[in-house]
């Protein structure tokens, strides 16, 4: 088992609260700059290469933020997908990333944590 972790910035639009309460909207903070970047740090950790893993399939949930602290966390869901060329043959695992993050006036600095889980 191996654990990495990323680092974003995203600008805060307006009023931040009524996004905790709605994953969707709160989904729209990762734009599709920073959906790349996970994808690519996540892409990166994984041993096996095979198939040209890509990550789609983003959703956002277990959202918390603590007020008066200015934290929070919540958990992306993505699908990593292959497509084997030479055999016509796709796979699909699903996975998620843990972020935590600090709201910072009209910005939020977001950390994640990927563990890579690999049985032997």
């Not at 959202?63 to 993505?78: A, E, N, P, Y």
């Not at 600095?109 to 690999?118: A, E, P, Q």
Request: with cysteine.
């Amino acid at each position: 088992m191996a654990e990495t972790a990323i680092q974003l910035t995203v600008a805060v639009d307006g009023n931040f609260d009524p996004l905790i309460d709605d994953s969707v909207q709160f989904s729209k903070l990762l734009g599709p700059e920073q959906r790349l970047l996970i994808d690519d740090h996540v892409v990166n950790q994984l041993e096996d290469k095979d198939g040209a893993p890509a990550l789609s399939d983003f959703s956002i949930g277990n959202i918390t933020f603590d007020r008066l602290s200015s934290k929070g966390s919540f958990r992306v869901h993505f699908k990593i997908s292959r497509q084997f060329c030479c055999s016509d043959i796709t796979s699909c695992q699903t996975d998620y990333m843990d972020f935590t993050f600090t709201k910072r006036g009209q910005k939020i600095d977001i950390t994640g944590s990927y563990v890579l889980w690999t049985i032997q």
